[in-house]
């Protein structure tokens, strides 16, 4: 009897550690963009870049990032990563090296990249959830009655690849630095 207790206490006790663990993973799905600081062979430089996390299981997530290149042609590599237990960030860029970090608010994290070899560089990403907020109020117009409804909404937009294809002006697959400012500055897209 004593034994069935125990083992029921350890399995309470591990469902509620599970439940709890699974409830503290953060929804990081959306579109990620900001500053790169670079060092490597050729010295320090900053950039623009974007990651993009398009799917979540639990802890897990998968998506891409973006950057332009030094031809100022769109680059996209692939990642998988984890939200580890104790908070941090975990990527495995499917091309090289690796990348850690932390969400430093709810909608801003830093990246850190390592990629050793005779191309090492160090990569400090510096990101910002891009969000888009909307707003609904109904409006009395002619004074007979309160206000009844008031509604605003936070969009996490995961349509970066549409966006890209639009931006891509010659259709030629590579989205350019240029093509990339004049889409931006044609749709006000900051």
């Not at 990563?81 to 860029?93: H, P, S, V």
């Not at 050793?116 to 009655?145: C, P, Q």
């Not at 690849?161 to 093509?179: N, Y």
Request: include cysteine.
């Amino acid at each position: 009897m004593k034994r069935i207790a125990l083992l029921s206490a350890l399995l309470i006790t591990f469902v509620l550690t599970a439940t709890i663990a699974a409830a503290q993973t953060p929804e990081l799905r959306g579109t990620w963009r900001g500053a790169s600081f670079i060092i490597d062979a050729s010295g320090f430089r900053e950039a623009k870049c974007t990651y993009v996390i398009n799917a979540q299981e639990g802890q897990l997530f998968s998506g891409y990032k973006l950057w332009f290149d030094a031809k100022k042609v769109v680059q996209k590599e692939t990642f998988t990563g984890i939200f580890g237990d104790d908070g941090n960030l975990y990527f495995a860029e499917h091309d090289d090296g690796y990348t850690f970090g932390q969400r430093t608010s709810k909608q801003t994290m830093s990246l850190y990249y390592l990629e050793h070899g005779a191309l090492n560089k160090s990569i400090l990403y510096k990101l910002e959830r891009v969000h888009y907020v909307t707003g609904f109020v109904e409006i009395d117009r002619d004074g007979d009655r309160l206000l009844v409804h008031a509604e605003i909404s936070t969009h996490y937009p995961l349509d970066a690849e549409r966006i890209m294809a639009e931006a891509d002006a010659d259709k030629d697959g590579k989205l350019t630095e240029a093509e990339w400012e004049a889409w931006k500055k044609a749709n006000n897209f900051n």
